[in-house]
């Protein structure tokens, strides 16, 4: 009889135990991110790499946009999908996975990964993602991705506005009404009209700036942004040239007066006001950011912006 209730005991402790581990956990926040991308990204090789991103994850909780941005640091996608699998009961947003799988070129690698997310997901005990909405989590680079995590029954009601908020702020659903809207709405900006619009818009000197809300405290000098805008320069996608311009100012601090120059590069509006949004935050003279309107047509946009 005592060996059956002390039998009981450990299995009661156990299950204690083992629903504490699967409980919902917040992702790690940007500055230790940004520090494990760091120690990731040292070693020279991929197996060396996965093997010391899995063994440091393990002990973490990540979101799934911070899983597929490191996934990114991989070369060889046999690497990548090692690391994936490796990290993946780290995942704190396990029923947005299926953002990982656009980091994979080759479609074998995507479908065995898709079918093994769905399968670990069933063991989670969480509902299918709805493949319409594929689309949507590919396109989505808006730090509030790294924030999410699966939540509980009683917190159905912060998820649901915590989804309304990000939904709004999706590349892929702003590029479409872009594309819906009139030539007229279009900001093409060719090479040879450069000059022509940086004489008709004012940029706001930051140096002078005496504002009391700032961003940072220093922000990009002027050498070293010139050589980042004519990398971005450089790319032929849209989309490509505001996710990168996106991912620095995660990094670094920039005045409204780069961001603006920058936002001259992208030529289709939609990316041009999702890359605002989101440096809007790092941005040193923030006081001066409506001045980036002046590069946006859509009404809409710039409602939001303010």
């Known amino acids: ?36 991308t760091k120690r990731i990204e040292k070693p020279e090789s991929d197996e060396r790499r996965m093997k010391k991103g899995v063994r440091i994850i393990k002990r973490k909780h990540i979101s799934s946009n911070q899983a597929y941005k490191l ?15 490796g990290i993946y009961p780290s995942i704190t947003d396990k029923s947005n996975a299926i953002i990982i799988v656009d980091g994979f070129e080759k479609f074998s690698y995507q479908t065995i990964l898709w079918e093994y997310i769905q399968a670990e997901n069933r063991k989670y005990g969480l509902e299918e993602t709805d493949i319409t909405s594929y689309q949507e989590f590919l396109e989505m680079r ?8 699966d939540k509980g029954e009683d917190d159905d009601k912060d998820l649901i506005i915590e989804e309304e908020e ?10 479409e009404e872009a594309e819906n809207t ?3 709405t279009e900001t093409e900006l060719e090479e040879n009209q450069l000059e022509e619009i940086n004489n008709s818009i004012t940029f706001p000197d930051a140096t002078a700036y005496t504002g009391k809300n ?31 311009c996106m991912e620095y100012t995660e990094k670094y601090c920039f005045t409204t007066s780069q961001i603006m120059k920058l936002g001259i590069i992208i030529n289709n509006e939609a990316s041009r006001y999702v890359f605002f949004k989101t440096a809007q935050e790092k941005v040193y003279d923030q006081d001066n950011f409506h001045h980036v309107k002046q590069l946006l047509t859509n009404e809409k946009f710039m409602k939001e912006l303010d």
């Not at 922000?219 to 050589?227: D, G, T, W």
């Open 142 to 149: 808006d730090r509030k991705r790294d924030r999410q995590y």
């Open 1 to 36: 009889m005592k060996k059956l209730v002390l039998f009981l005991s450990v299995v009661l402790i156990a299950g204690a135990a083992f629903s504490q581990e699967i409980e919902s956990h917040k992702p790690m926040c940007r500055w230790s991110y940004n520090f494990l």
């Open 214 to 244: 700032k961003g940072c405290d220093k922000y990009l000098s002027e050498k070293p942004f010139l050589a980042f805008a004519n990398t971005v320069a450089q790319f032929d996608n849209d989309k490509e040239k505001a996710i990168i």
């Open 182 to 184: 009139s030539e007229a």
């Open 166 to 175: 990000v939904e709004e702020n999706t590349l892929s659903e702003h590029t």
């Open 71 to 85: 996934s990114l640091l991989f070369n060889e996608e046999e690497y990548r999908f090692g690391f994936v699998k």
